[in-house]
């Protein structure tokens, strides 16, 4: 008797399950993803070509805008065990007289970007419920010489975290003066190394050149 054959089909893929898991993904990360919030000062920053990274730990940053407004922020310890940003605001109120609240400390804590606040401003500050609020005590760290918060953060940071390291990010049109406070600051509390945070610089590749 002959064989019957069986009519063959084209295997066939349906990408219904997966794009069911790439909606769901892209879901979770939609809700739980928190929007990176704006520097309080646009600093465009000089060329190098430099590839050492800046480090994600243990660093406390000042950025330095073009009308010469100094800002910190510093990170907050290796995992959330070591909670070094509310430490350190809690140092600065001692000097200053000021009890900030768990609820305050928190906000601190929290906060993620650059701040430039005075510290005798700093509850109301934390007290704004958005960007809007907090924007008018963005003014910039004092560094006068009558009142210089900015080099009692550097001392109350040292003294939370004795390892930490500064970083200076100078727009490039900031005026030599200004960031010579900083650097004068720093060296004051025997901080003697700093790095410079910069872009990197895009080098042109003649490939005639290489070939000859």
């Known amino acids: 008797m002959p064989k019957i054959k069986l009519p063959t089909k084209s295997p066939r893929i349906d990408m219904t399950p997966m794009v069911d898991t790439f909606c769901v993904i892209l879901t979770f990360l939609m809700l739980t993803a928190t929007m990176r919030q704006t520097e309080p000062a646009n600093v465009d920053t000089p060329f190098s070509i430099s590839e050492k990274p800046t480090p994600d730990f243990n660093t406390i940053t000042f950025l330095v805008s073009a009308d010469e407004k100094v800002f910190i922020n510093m990170d907050n310890g290796p995992d959330t065990a070591w909670k070094?940003?509310?430490?350190?605001?809690?140092?600065?109120?001692?000097?200053?007289?000021?009890?900030?609240?768990?609820?305050?400390?928190?906000?601190?804590?929290?906060?993620?970007?650059?701040?430039?606040?005075?510290?005798?401003?700093?509850?109301?500050?934390?007290?704004?419920?958005?960007?809007?609020?907090?924007?008018?005590?963005?003014?910039?760290?004092?560094?006068?010489?009558?009142?210089?918060?900015?080099?009692?953060?550097?001392?109350?940071?040292?003294?939370?975290?004795?390892?930490?390291?500064?970083?200076?990010k100078g727009d490039a049109n900031?005026?030599?003066?200004?960031?010579?406070?900083?650097?004068?600051?720093?060296?004051?509390?025997?901080?003697?190394k700093f790095m410079l945070i910069t872009s990197l610089e895009a080098i042109k590749i003649n490939i005639d050149e290489i070939q000859q």
């Open 174 to 192: 900031a005026p030599f003066p200004a960031v010579k406070k900083v650097l004068d600051n720093l060296q004051d509390k025997k901080v003697n």
């Open 84 to 168: 070094f940003r509310p430490k350190i605001l809690t140092e600065m109120g001692k000097r200053y007289g000021i009890e900030f609240t768990e609820a305050e400390l928190r906000e601190f804590e929290k906060y993620p970007s650059s701040m430039g606040v005075p510290i005798m401003k700093m509850k109301e500050f934390l007290a704004g419920k958005n960007i809007k609020d907090r924007n008018p005590f963005q003014v910039g760290i004092p560094t006068d010489s009558l009142d210089n918060q900015l080099a009692m953060w550097i001392l109350c940071a040292r003294q939370v975290n004795p390892n930490i390291n500064a970083c200076i």
